[in-house]
RNA sequence: GGAGAGGUGGCCGAGCGGCCGAAGGCAGGCGCCUGCUAAGCGUCUGAGGGGAAACUCUCCGAGGGUUCGAAUCCCUCCCUCUCCGCCA
C-alpha cells in the first residue's frame, strides 16, 4: 500500500513504479476519484456537522422550537441518506484501486522484465567437475521421489518423498531451523489456512487470487509461505522503538497453484504445488539504513545455508519487471543445478520498506511518533527444491552421494548415502 | 455442538441515552526534587481522515436499526473466556 498522499502530491514517482514493474493500473482514474471522494466528503462533513451542532441546540430549546429543529435535521438527514452511500461506494472502489498499487522499487533496482534483465553480483562455490556421466535428481532419486503415485492421488505436480528422500527433506530443515536459531531468531509453527486480509495485507492479493489456493466453503486460502501469518501476526499492533528489530523464523508447508506456469518446469521437483520451506521475517524501524542492514543479514544467512550445505550459488539483484507487487529491493540466490545445466533459484530476500505495514497497520512508537515498519523476508530453506541442486552437486561416480559434513548429523551421523540398486 | 460471561485508548479498567473521545490506574514524554539509583511531586499523552488555516468529521469487536441525539437501547454476525458434550 502507496501513501495516499504520496500519490497526490508526486504522481510521477507513483505512474514510473507502475512502468517499472510492468503493472496495469489507471492511476489518473485513481487521481480522479480521490479528488471526487474528498469534495463529497466535504459536503458530507458539513451537513453531520449541522445535524451534530443542531442535536446540541434540541436540550436548551423550547418546545416550538424543537418541531423546527427537527424538521431542520430531517432536511440533512435526507441528503446524507443519499450522499453517504454513494460516498461509501466511492471510497471502496478507491480503496480497492490503492491495493492494486505496486511498492516503488529502490533506485538502484535494474529494469527490466526477465531472469536476463537481473544482475548477477557475485558466485560463491565451485561447480564440480564429473569425470563420469552426471544423472539428474529424478533419476538419482528415482526411490526416493514417487511422482506417479503423487499424481495418481493428487494430480500433478505432487510428489511423495519416501525413505532418504523424506528424512533429506527432515535434515535440510533441521539444519536450516538450527542456523537461524543460533542466529537469535524465533521459531513460529503458523496457520496454514489464513483469511483474506491476511494474504491482501501481506501483497499476494487480490492480484494473485489465481495463484492461491482458496477454500471456499470456510472462506480461507492456504498460505504460499509463511511470510503471510507471520507478517500479519502483529497486523494492527505498535511497538515501541526498542522492541525492534523482530527477528522470527516461520515454518509451514507452503501451497501453490502455479496457474501461470503451465508447461514450465513440469518435471521433477523444481516446481510442485505443496514444499515446505523455513522462512525469515524480519520487522524494523523505518529507516533505510536499517532495513538494508537486516536485508544483507537475511541474505548472508541464507547463503551460510548454503556453504553449510556446500552447494555453489550465484547471487542476482532482481529487475523490477521480475519482482513481487510489494518489494521494494530483492535478491535471489540461485543454486547450480547440474541436471538443468544452469542456475535455478533456491532463496529470494526482499525488503518490502512499509508497503505490507501500512496494509496491515503495523507500526512502532518513536518518541510521540507513531511510524508504520519496514519489513523483509528471505528464506532460509525451501524442500524438496533445495534437495535437487543438494544430490546433484553431491553425486559421486560410484553412485554414492556426499553428504556435507554440517547435514551429517541430522542423518543419522553417515557420510554418505551408499547407491542403491 | 449445547449453556453462560464478555469484547472500551499502548495495556488494565469504569461508564449503560445528551455534561463521554471517554473516569481511574499502569506505561510513556517533559519539568522539579534527589550526591547516584529507587521513590516522590507537578504536567502532558488515543487513533484515522478532510482542510492553507480556523476548524471539522469518523472511530468504544463488525454490520444494520431505533432516536433530534447511541459506547450506552434493539437486531444480525464475528471473536475471546468459563462450564458441559464429542474427538484427533
Redesign the pocket.
Known sequence: MLD??LIRENPEIVRNAIKRKHTNVDLEMILELDKNK?EL??R???A??D??????E??KASVEEKAS??SE??KI?EFLKEAEPRFNDMEKELNYQLLLLPGIPHETVPDGNSDEDSIEIKRVGDIPEFDFEIKDHLEIGKSWFDFYRGAKVAGSRTVYLKGIGALLEQAVLQLALNHLLEKGFTLFSVPQMVKEMAMEGTGFLPRGQEECYFLERDERYLIGTSEVPLVSYHADE?FSAKELPKKYAGFSTCYRREAGAAGKDTKGLYRIHQFQKIEQVVFCINDLEESKKWHYELLNNAEEILQLLELPYRVVIVCAGEMGLPQHFKHDIECYMPGRKNYGETMSCSTMHDFQARRLNI?YRE??D?KYCHTLNNTAIATPRILIPLIEIHQQKDGSIYLPRALRKYMNNREKIERED
Open positions: 495516499i498522499k474528498r466528503q466535504t458530507i462533513e458539513k453531520r456537522s445535524r451534530n451542532k443542531l442535536s446540541k434540541i436540550t429543529i427537527i435535521v430531517e438527514k505498535i507500526k518518541g510521540t507513531l
